[in-house]
């Protein structure tokens, strides 16, 4: 009798454990590089859109981290927009340094209102901003130039202070930092590097609630934990086979919080 007590009751703590766990499951696209008057990578794009519709109808959102289009023009991002509209889960975006430059007439603040223009449902007016899903904070890091466009990634002072801020309110939260530039990749490409990892780095540190830093840029698949912080990379999606990352975090109560991720090919169409 004793026994069966005892196997209850592991049975009622693990459904306990299992009622509590928190998932999210979403899909991150980078680098598309979206040019308009190439063909190809129109047909990329939208092969994307109808397989991520077609094969991952559980996920929560997509998440673009960056260099959506191949130089700042506004006609070829209304047609990225316009493109990606179809996806039927909402979507977010991510600036890159090939995204926009402010003197060529597409600054951060036209970027955002050429998505807005191109589509009703989204909202977001600044670079640098935070959503909700299933209990776990997403925070959108802004650290591309626009005046001085270039592969080096800058997280400015108002940035980081904004980015300490948040992580600070949201300290009892499980948070997840999308953005167009890693901070440890692979493999170090200092054409490529973050101009101040390292502070951005000791900010990671102080705070515990941060469970991964997402993002695009070295077109190259890599993951790596860091003091307990899961870094990912993903292959652009030009990269051949042609394809996006399904990410899938899961954290129950007691435990500490699993990143799986999957990459998955773009089904093109037969020729």
């Known amino acids: 009798m004793f026994r069966n007590l005892l196997l209850a009751l592991f049975s009622l703590l693990f459904i306990q454990n299992a009622v509590m766990a928190s998932v999210v499951k979403f899909v991150q696209v980078t680098d598309t590089h979206f040019k308009s008057e190439e063909p190809y990578r129109l047909e990329v794009l939208k092969a994307m859109v109808d397989t991520i519709n077609k094969n991952e109808k559980d996920i929560s959102f997509v998440m673009f981290t960056g260099d959506n289009i191949d130089k700042p023009n506004e006609s070829d991002l209304a047609v990225f927009v316009k493109t990606v509209n179809k996806l039927k889960k909402p979507y977010y975006i991510v600036i890159g340094n090939h995204d926009v430059y402010k003197n060529g007439g597409l600054s951060k603040q036209r970027y955002l209102e050429v998505i807005r223009e191109n589509n009703a449902f989204y909202h977001i007016r600044k670079p640098n901003y935070v959503f909700k899903k299933n209990g776990y904070v997403f925070i959108v890091a802004d650290g591309a130039k626009e005046v001085i466009p270039g592969a080096v990634g800058y997280f400015k002072a108002n940035t980081m202070k904004w980015l300490e801020k948040k992580l600070k309110h949201y300290r009892r939260s499980k948070v997840v930092i999308f953005q167009h530039y890693p901070l440890v990749p692979l493999k ?62 899961s954290t129950t109560r007691g435990f500490s919080p699993m990143v799986y991720t999957e990459l998955k090919e773009v089904e093109m169409p037969q020729k």
Request: charged share 20%; no cysteine.
């Open 188 to 249: 170090e490409q200092p054409s490529h590097r973050v101009y101040n990892k390292d502070e951005y780095l000791s900010l990671l540190d102080k705070n515990e609630n941060v469970i991964s830093v997402i993002a695009g840029h070295i077109h190259t698949n890599g993951e790596i934990m860091r003091n307990g912080v899961y870094h990912i990379t993903s292959p652009s999606l030009l990269n051949d086979p042609h394809s996006y990352k399904v990410i899938t975090i």
